[in-house]
């Protein structure tokens, strides 16, 4: 039996009550005891080492609702322009890349937003200039539109006779000819291509976005990358390197292969659990592609992309939850999340009856009626703080005069949703404390654009409350983790400053100093001694 005594004066338990803790015993992983020292004194084995925890507060691990850490790895090594504010300036980017990497490989990469370029519109042939032999994929901030060269394309067998696929596009010239930009579907051709073609070694690339993950307090994810990433996961648990707690989604084309294996939701362990299958419903705000009621101001005509229509949504929804797998669907627009709310609607009554949980990923603009439906339906709202920081310029412009309620996290917890946050991550910075603190200064006059009217900021309990046990609630494990209480595992996070003593607009500077997983350190310095 393996005992540790955890001391620190402010051990936040976020129950609600504004309870907070001095000690907390954990054996083998578990914690055993938590409360105030004379409390929980009486409990610890003779013998038993203690340690001091560093830093000004204590909280539970951070779990991130929503994320993908094989592209959070792949692109510790590609080619990153998100910071190009011009077309020049993202082209100058992909040249330097190409001469610090020379070769016949892929370029892949990019995270470009061309929202704001005032000098033109990604082409292939501005790619072709740099790179004419060597295929060129890059993906936009977003990750709903890829930016190819002419060799890409080649490759992927695309040209102006290749017809647009169910759920994307491929935008053309006035010739009919591909212009280079891809969007939803219509990349995964182009993307899959150079996966396959890639030697990257995924499970040495997600040792080191775990190293990230783990520094910035975060003790279990649940991911939404492919299958590639599922296998490498569970290659690094047999090698018995996964240190972070994986709850690994199902993309949507390998449903039925999951089903015929007997992939359930919650089968698994402690450190590997099958999550739900990933459906999209729309597109992304960036890309013009989130299926909106109304059409874009700024681009009248088009109100975005349906990617899957409403009776094969339902058939997948059925499909899924007869064989025991929830269903996380990715709804943008404020028409994807109601035709998504439908759907769920019909399959209320099996999804309870299976006792799975139903979630849409973003929910970010929402008919104002259709908040509550979410409270109703028990439907999980698998929000991103950090895209409202990012899109409050893109609302502005491209959403002006609709009657939506975006990014609703505050109305969605008042109507009695759960809300679980998450990062995006590589679309949005992996950190849990910055989208505490966009989440908490939306709506006053820390955030981008001050104050808003019937905007309820969330307070800083409610915030760390939906990065702690919310997700662990949405993936059906909260009788395990997510919280510090008996019976819980030990996983929990020593960060530099007290988030309830610091202003809102500094929480997302606080850093973590100590993260530790079954009780044991898994970053920062265990100061552990003998009592």
């Known amino acids: 039996m393996v005992t540790t005594l955890y001391r620190h004066p402010a051990i936040h338990l976020l129950d609600g009550k504004g309870g907070t803790a001095e000690a907390m015993l954990v054996?083998?992983?578990?914690?055993?005891?938590?409360?105030?020292?004379?409390?929980?004194?009486?409990?610890?084995?003779?013998?038993?080492?203690?340690?001091?925890?560093?830093?000004?507060?204590?909280?539970?691990?951070?779990?991130?609702?929503?994320?993908?850490?094989?592209?959070?790895?792949?692109?510790?090594?590609?080619?990153?322009?998100?910071?190009?504010?011009?077309?020049?300036?993202?082209?100058?980017?992909?040249?330097?890349?190409?001469?610090?990497?020379?070769?016949?490989?892929?370029?892949?990469?990019?995270?470009?937003?061309?929202?704001?370029?005032?000098?033109?519109?990604?082409?292939?042939?501005?790619?072709?200039?740099?790179?004419?032999?060597?295929?060129?994929?890059?993906?936009?901030?977003?990750?709903?539109?890829?930016?190819?060269?002419?060799?890409?394309?080649?490759?992927?067998?695309?040209?102006?006779?290749?017809?647009?696929?169910?759920?994307?596009?491929?935008?053309?010239?006035?010739?009919?000819?591909?212009?280079?930009?891809?969007?939803?579907?219509?990349?995964?051709?182009?993307?899959?291509?150079?996966?396959?073609?890639?030697?990257?070694?995924?499970?040495?690339?997600?040792?080191?976005?775990?190293?990230?993950?783990?520094?910035?307090?975060?003790?279990?994810?649940?991911d939404f990358d492919g299958e590639d990433a599922r296998d490498a996961y569970l290659r690094l648990k047999d090698a018995g390197g996964l240190r972070l707690r994986v709850h690994k989604g199902t993309p949507a084309h390998a449903l039925t292969e999951a089903i015929a294996t007997g992939r359930r939701t919650g089968a698994g362990d402690v450190w590997f659990s099958n999550g739900p299958v990933k459906l999209f419903a729309d597109g992304a705000l960036g890309s013009h592609t989130a299926h909106m009621a109304q059409d874009f101001t700024d681009e009248p005509g088009n109100h975005g992309i349906e990617v899957i229509d409403p009776d094969e949504l339902d058939r997948l929804i059925s499909l899924a939850v007869g064989a025991g797998i929830a269903v996380a669907t990715h709804a943008i627009g404020d028409r994807a999340n109601a035709a998504v709310l439908d759907a769920y609607e019909r399959a209320h009554s099996a999804s309870t009856r299976a006792g799975l949980r139903l979630r849409v990923e973003h929910a970010q603009h929402l008919a104002p009626t259709d908040v509550a439906r979410f409270a109703r339906l028990g439907v999980i709202a698998s929000q991103q703080p950090t895209h409202w920081g990012t899109d409050v310029p893109l609302v502005a412009r491209m959403l002006h005069g609709h009657d939506l309620a975006s990014y609703a996290w505050a109305a969605l917890r008042d109507a009695g949703a759960v809300v679980a946050f998450g990062s995006d991550a590589p679309v949005e910075p992996s950190a849990p404390l910055r989208g505490?603190?966009?989440?908490?200064?939306?709506?006053?006059?820390?955030?981008?654009?001050?104050?808003?009217?019937?905007?309820?900021?969330?307070?800083?309990?409610?915030?760390?409350?939906?990065?702690?046990?919310?997700?662990?609630?949405?993936?059906?494990?909260?009788?395990?983790?997510?919280?510090?209480?008996?019976?819980?595992?030990?996983d929990f996070v020593a960060l530099d400053r007290d988030p309830f003593r610091v202003p809102p607009a500094e929480l997302g500077d606080i850093r973590p100093v100590a993260t530790y997983v079954d009780g044991a350190a898994a970053f920062g310095v265990d100061g552990a001694e003998d009592r």
């Open 27 to 222: 054996v083998d992983g578990v914690i055993a005891a938590i409360g105030d020292d004379d409390a929980v004194a009486g409990q610890v084995p003779p013998g038993t080492p203690v340690c001091d925890l560093p830093g000004g507060a204590v909280t539970a691990g951070f779990h991130d609702a929503h994320i993908h850490t094989a592209s959070l790895a792949r692109s510790l090594d590609e080619l990153d322009v998100r910071e190009a504010r011009t077309l020049e300036a993202a082209l100058a980017g992909v040249g330097a890349h190409l001469h610090d990497r020379p070769g016949d490989g892929w370029v892949t990469g990019g995270r470009w937003d061309a929202n704001s370029w005032p000098d033109g519109a990604p082409s292939r042939y501005a790619l072709d200039a740099l790179a004419p032999d060597r295929p060129v994929c890059l993906s936009s901030v977003d990750g709903h539109s890829v930016w190819v060269n002419t060799e890409a394309l080649r490759r992927a067998g695309i040209d102006a006779s290749t017809p647009d696929p169910i759920g994307g596009r491929i935008d053309r010239d006035a010739d009919g000819m591909p212009t280079g930009m891809l969007r939803e579907t219509a990349a995964d051709t182009v993307a899959a291509q150079a996966e396959r073609e890639s030697s990257i070694d995924l499970v040495a690339l997600l040792e080191r976005a775990h190293r990230r993950l783990l520094s910035e307090g975060v003790t279990h994810v649940t």
């Open 436 to 490: 505490v603190r966009d989440a908490v200064t939306r709506g006053t006059v820390d955030s981008p654009v001050g104050r808003e009217p019937g905007i309820r900021p969330l307070g800083v309990e409610e915030a760390l409350v939906a990065y702690t046990a919310a997700p662990a609630f949405a993936a059906g494990l909260g009788h395990r983790v997510g919280r510090l209480a008996v019976g819980q595992l030990a």
